[in-house]
């Protein structure tokens, strides 16, 4: 068990238009999601850490009202970028906690291209 | 603040040689994770470290961690070349949060 999913897997879109990106915890519920960032050759950068039924806490430099988080259930978050530019382009790959456990399990990622 | 440095960040062998990547962190945490991740795709999980001596072996990786030197080491045995990877350490703080190494690029020459 512990399988995350993430929809879609690939997106383009143009510069200004809205991206909406699912998480869901396929066998388990997820207290906590958590949304990275990746650029060519770099680490995970993490934007946000989303739990269930209240705001999500962004990190320092991610603009909150640039990149919606919502986690409405125990098995679903999700990421909008809104009005995306070519800088936003990147792999994003979202992560769950089960509860009472540290560890987190990866979502397939998502790679957006802003054209 | 909890860092997390991983060396070497690139490291290009031969099949057949033995090599070790190695993870050291700042301050305590409580477990230590090891994951690979191929080019385009997402993380997978190899190893979670939890306690002081703590090894773990699957099939030619292993790791170990050593809290009081706060260092994990993934080590390569006989490497072959479907180890061709970039391999991530990470260690929680307190909430919950990981907090990752740079990664290191395996390449793997057959």
């Known amino acids: 068990g512990a399988v995350v999913s993430q929809h879609p897997s690939r997106v383009i879109c143009k510069s200004g238009t809205s991206v909406k990106i699912e998480c869901r915890s396929l066998?388990?519920?997820?207290?906590?999601m958590f949304w990275y960032r990746q650029f060519p050759k770099q680490s995970l950068m993490l934007m946000a850490t989303?739990?269930?039924?209240?705001?999500?806490?962004?990190e320092q430099g991610v603009e909150k009202d640039k990149f919606l988080i919502n986690h409405a259930s125990l098995t679903l978050s999700t990421l909008t970028v809104t009005s995306a530019h070519p800088e936003d382009s990147s792999f994003y790959i979202c992560?769950?906690?089960?509860?009472?456990?540290?560890?987190?399990?990866f979502g397939p990622g998502t790679r957006l291209t802003v054209t | 603040e909890l860092k997390v440095e991983q060396n070497p960040l690139f490291l290009s062998m031969q099949e057949g040689k033995n090599y070790t990547i190695y993870c050291n962190y700042s301050?305590?945490?409580?477990?230590l994770y090891w994951y690979r991740q191929d080019p385009g795709k997402s993380l997978e999980s190899l190893f979670v470290?939890?306690?002081n001596g703590a090894v773990k072996q699957e099939g030619r990786l292993m790791a170990s961690l050593d809290t009081k030197a706060r260092l994990s080491t993934l080590h390569i045995t006989a490497a072959v070349h479907d180890l061709s990877a970039t391999y991530f350490c990470?260690?929680?703080?307190?909430?919950?949060?990981?907090?990752w190494g740079a990664g290191t690029k395996l390449i793997i020459k057959p």
């Open positions: 066998d388990f519920q997820a207290t906590t």
């Open positions: 989303s739990n269930e039924g209240s705001k999500a806490t962004y």
């Open positions: 301050t305590t945490s409580d477990r």
């Open positions: 992560s769950a906690n089960r509860d009472s456990t540290y560890e987190q399990y």
């Open positions: 470290l939890l306690s």
């Open positions: 990470a260690v929680n703080d307190s909430n919950y949060q990981l907090i």
